[in-house]
């Protein structure tokens, strides 16, 4: 069976500083990948989505970047956080080929100081 | 108007009631919907997923489709004090690789025993 894994579940860090968060995929092979933002009071906003190794779409204009270095590996950065980089990043896999049956993992969440 | 309009609740209910949930879109392209439920601090989780218009039934869950209406509803019978959680509807227009989920805020259900 397929399972998600996304680290570290809590992250606090001060403004202006460096951010990695990290997903792999276990149990599936070449999968669509997504980084979701879900702020308090708005409903989960896609940031990034992968295709493939090296491919990476940008939904909204923001602070942060994505790269995907292995097949089931999915990194979301940023160089300099922002106050209103606070959230719950999760991120999401789906079937080669397909994007609407996305499965989540436990997600990142992120408080900005 | 939004996308997706989904009413935050809370919705309190006693153990053994039917619960309705309920989402209204106004993006007549969405054929893909979806229903995730999210524990506290946790991810997503698919429940069910409905292609068109339509029901479909999983044990106490029946999620409906009403496309003339562009409403979804998405029913809990015999609902647990488990199923206490937030309930997420999501819709797309098309099932490919990169699609991104549009999703209500969501609706928190809180079931007492």
């Known amino acids: 069976s397929q399972t998600i894994h996304q680290w570290p579940a809590t992250l606090v860090q001060p403004v202006g500083s460096p951010l990695s968060l990290e997903c792999t995929v276990e149990g599936t092979s070449n999968p669509n990948l997504y980084w979701y933002r879900q702020a308090a009071g708005r409903g989960l906003q896609l940031l990034f989505y992968s295709v493939g190794i090296g491919q990476i779409s940008s939904e909204v204009p923001q602070n942060l970047s994505a790269s995907r270095p292995q097949d089931r590996q999915f990194i979301l950065s940023s160089k300099k956080l922002l106050l209103s980089d606070s959230g719950f990043y999760l991120c999401?896999?789906?079937?080669?080929?397909?994007?609407?049956?996305?499965?989540f993992g436990d997600g990142t969440r992120l408080s900005i100081l | 108007q939004k996308e997706v309009e989904q009413d935050p609740g809370p919705l309190s209910v006693p153990e053994g009631a039917i619960v309705s949930l309920n989402c209204t879109y106004s993006n007549s392209a969405f054929q893909y919907f979806m229903w995730y439920r999210q524990y506290s601090r946790k991810g997503p989780e698919l429940l069910m997923y409905t292609y068109s218009s339509g029901n479909k039934e999983d044990g106490r869950f029946t999620a409906q489709v009403d496309k003339s209406s562009k409403y979804i509803s998405l029913f809990i019978r015999d609902s647990q004090p488990s199923d206490s959680a937030t309930y997420l509807c999501a819709m797309s227009p098309a099932n490919q690789a990169g699609t991104a989920l549009i999703f209500g805020k969501g609706t928190t259900l809180s079931v007492s025993s």
């Open positions: 999401a896999w789906s079937v080669p080929g397909t994007g609407t049956l996305q499965h």
